[in-house]
Structure formats: structure tokens, C-alpha cells
């Protein structure tokens, strides 16, 4: 167990390395010479060189890497170009939206997609199965974007235009307003984030779980007497578990772009708007900051789902 | 046989009944025949294909320019898109351009995208995961490890950063979701590899004197051509939609060429669509179908070469049923 946990921390390392090489190459080798943007088209070539010593931008390429990192792990990314403020701070800011966005989508897709593979896999080949394995079909298709602005069309424009408000057209309210109002900000987002993966959690739970129900151990549970609703739950499901959270470790790099996607749809003011916002206006700081952070998350969520995998399978945990 | 014949003329004529020798070439066609679902996928693509081919037709026939604006007779007064009809038959967009003339170019990039981004990851894919697989040892572990890599990389966010350096077009698309899609049909492949080589024919091969390109080529990769043609055509998709994407978040195609995801993007901006809905509703469903189809094929496919993957289902099916009935009986 400590063995994997180490080695799946090492290779998490290896991704934040890979990616701030990454990160850092890209601007580095980028067109556009900073010191002349910021001393303007007239500086000397003597102040250019001024402006280049006080950046460090005449090191060797590796002590410019070094300092980075170093600043980067110190929590200093560096200001906007735009707004002069810290990097850290902008994102802080929007972190909450995304972070409601993230969390309540898992949660609503986990919902759909679990129970209908269940359904599915219960009664193979009926009309119900049929119908979960349409459903699949259908999410797996629908880009999210056209979803978000279907839903956007029929729950919010339609409604208003019959003069009853369902839903808010978009933007995000701080859990401070009430959690209602949170809540009605984020139902269709969270849907538009969750139904494609929710297509995908209903296929593999669905074919997992038919594989498991063939089991020699679940014709054991059956024979005990145990109601059908309880073989399927508690002996089935359990070990279908580590397939779909296996499956959840590596979703977590879809869910960022997922969240970019809802956020521009919904106009909701989180960490992937951020980003665009900043690939707009060339403000690389925020750019560097968003995908560094970004990918952090990613391999954080990777580990925890690689410890939570070990505690769940004694197997691979004694392996 | 003459004995049959006396006795039962109907059975005996099923006996007589010349049995007809069939390639699975031939049994995979009769297969995909027989799955209405996959025929109509299957037609729709080839229209698409039709309608991207035409796209200079359909702007001669409307007289409609890809890019043309048409700001007297597509907008109305107030400067707000034309609905569908006559002289427009699919509307206009912001710009008082031809919804359908735009449809048909989007059409090509779509394609484009998705047929040319795909073949080359599955080319990489195929490629890397072989020598995984094949190899091992070192190679295996190294590669592995790159796939794994790429995989945990959240690729939207470097596709962005990427974009913001060296400026959106259409080949830094193709790049982009290539570098970001050949690893899950590497995995496969690997996986797939790994278990072939220890089969005994390889070993034959080997002992006969074949070197290891010409075990790859000629013993191994020849049974890999059924996940490999079906998880190609499954890419295909999502490629459409990450291109769509690429393009609905003004990283993609550079207007005012057409793309459908472009398309979306202007139907949302300033949310023009709430007054438009044929901006959104004709470029989305056309993405959707689309995707459909696309993975309606790849699941046709699937099942018409390789049989076996259905049958376990339902073989599942009868095991399932006989326990319960055999339960009721004792109850």
C-alpha cells in the first residue's frame, strides 16, 4: 500500500514537472519580446537590455526555469498583465464557482449514470434496457455546448416568454445568497456538465455489472435468500466500484475542460472563463497560473483516486 | 440421405440444401445488412459526405458565398437575423450570411477534422502501443508511462495555452486533439499485443527465422484489424466535437471561415439565438446527428466483426432467466 501510494505520488510529480516544462517552454520560445512590450517601440537598446537584466530574461534558459518554479511553489504565479493583480488572487476568486460546478456536476452525473446502468444491467435485452442504452447513445453524442444552449433555449428562454421564470439566464451566485438561489444558478449547468459523463458511468456500470451478476459468488447470494434489490446493491455494485472510480481518476482532466465549456455557455464567472478571458488578451501570467494550478488539481485528484482505489480492492492494496 | 428423403421429403430437403461457403468478409457485410440502425448511420454519413463535396454547389445554387454578408436582404430592419425561407432556406446569421451555405463548408472542416485527425492518431497509437506491447521491458514501461502522462494531462486547459502563443488555425487543431487522442487506442493496442505475442503461431513465426517487423506485420498486427478499424471510427466523434469546440471557444478555425462549432459561438454571443433559434438549432443538430451516426457505425461495426462480444450478453440473458425460472419452480 505505502509502496503505491509513493509511486503513484512520484509519477505525480513527474505529470507537474512534464507540464511546467511544458508551460514554461511554450512562452518561452513564444514570438513577442516582453522587454520591448513593456519599454514601449521607442525604448534604446540600452534600456531594452535594462529591462531584460531587472526580468532575468539574460540568465541561461535553466536559471530562468528554476526561478519560476521556485517562485511558482512559493504561491507567487505572478501578476496580470491587464489588471496588475496577483495571479493567485484572481483565481482564488473564481475558484468557488468552479469548484460548485465540479463538485455538484460529479455528483448529478454519478446519480444518473449509476442507476440507470444498474436498471440496464438488470434486466438485459428488455424495453428498459433498451431505453438506458438509447440514453447512452444520445449523451455520448451531445456535445455538451449544444446541450447547455438547448437547455438554455427550452428551460429558461421559452418560460420567460410565457412570462414564468424557471431558471436564471446564466451567471453564478455565491452560496452567500442563500442556497437556493445557488442552487437555481447551477441545475443547468450541473445537468449540461453531467450528462455526457453520466452516459459513460451508465455503460461501464451497466457492463461491470453483468459481468459481476455471472459470478459464481453472486449465485451464492441469491441461493442464501437475499432479496434480489440487495444481491444487486451490496454484493454486485460493490465490486463494480472500483471500475468506476478507476474511471473518475481519469475524468478528472475532462472535468476542467467540461468546466470551461458550461462556464462560457452559462456565462458563469469561474476559473475556465478566467482562462479564455486570458487567451483573448494575451495575458500569459494568468494563462501559465490557470493551467499550472489547473494541473495540479488533476494530479492531486489522480492520487487520492489511487489511494481510495487501494482501500476499496484488497487486491491491488496486497498486490 | 435416401432414407430421410423417404421419410420426410421437408427435412430432406433441408439436407440436400447446398451449403454455401462464406468469407467473413462476405459475413460481415450480411451482418451490417441486417442492422437497420448502422444502415441508416451509415446513409447519413455518406449524405454529409455528399454535402460537404457540394459546398461550392449549394453557394452557386443559392448564390450565397461562404463568407458573403447580405446586410440589406438577410437582416431585418432592426439588424436581427432573417428566419428561414425563401431566398434563405435555412436563415441567416449575425452577419446576414447563409446559415445553410456556412452549414456546408462547416461540413468539410468537420470532416476534415475528424477523418484526418483520427487516422493519423490511430497510426501513432497503433504504432506506439505495438512496440509497447511487442517489446516490452524498457520500451514498455517508458511508453506506458508517456501514455499515462498524457492521459492525466487536462488537455482543454493546454490546447488553450498552446492557442494563446501561436494563434488559432486549422492545423494546430489537427495537432492539438492528435496529441490529445492516439493514447486510449495505444492502450488498447498495447494490451492486445501483449497477449498475441505469446500465442504459438508467433512463436512459429519466430522459430521459422521471421524477425520482429515481419512477426508485427504480417502475425500480429493482421489480428488486431477488428479493435483497430472499430476504435478508429469511434474517434472519429469525438473528434468532431473537439474540433466544434476548439472553434465554439475561438481556439479553432479562424473566422470568417465556417465551422460549426464557430457557428454555436456566434449564436450565443449577446445571446442572439433567444431571438434566432435556427442559428443554434441547425449547426447543433447537424453536429448531433453527426456524432450520432458516427457512433452509431462504430457500435455496427463492432458487433458485425466481432460477433462474440454480442453473444456473451445474451448469453448472460438465458443464464439469468433459467435462474429465476428454476427459483419460481422451487417456490
Redesign the interface.
Known sequence: MIRLVVTRLVFGAVVLIALSIFVFGLFFIAPGDPARALGGDEASAQLLAQIRHSLGLDDPIYVQYLRFIDNALHGNLGFSYHSQESVLTLIGERIPATASLVLGGVVVWLLIGIPVGVASARSPGSARDRLGQGFTLVGLSFPSFVLGMLMLFVLYFLPRQANFTLFPAGGYAPLSEGIGQWARHLVLPWFTLALVNAAIYARLTRGQLLDVLGEDYIRTARAKGISERRVVYKHGLRSTLTAIITQLGSDVAMLLGGAIITEQVFNLQGVGALAITAVTAQDRPVIIGVVLLGGTFVVVANVIVDILYGLLDPRIRLA | MSDALAVDPAEAEIGTRRVKQRGSGELTIRRLLRDRAALGAFGFVLLLIIFALCAPLVAAATGHGMAQQFRDTGLTSAGIPRGPGHTFLLGTDSLGRDVLVRLAYGARVSLLVGVVASLVAAAIGVTIGTIAGYFGGWADLLLS?VI??V????????A??????RGPSLTLSICVIIFFSWTHIGRVVRSQVLSLRQREFVEAARSLGSGPVSIIVRDVLPNLTVPIVVYTTMMI?SSI?FE??LS????GIVPPAASW?GM?SE??NG?L??VA?WM?IFP?GI??LT??AF??LG?GLRDALDPKARRV??V??T??RS?RSA?KAAA
Open positions: 508511462r499515462d502522462l492521459m492525466s494531462v487536462p488537455f482543454l486547459l493546454c488553450l495555452a498552446l492557442v494563446s502563443v466523434p466535437v466544434a469546440t465554439f471557444l475561438g481556439l462549432g454555436l449564436a450565443l445571446s439565438y433567444m433559434w443554434v447543433g453536429l448531433l456524432t450520432l457512433n452509431i457500435d450478453g445474451f448472460r440473458l443464464r439469468r435462474s427459483r
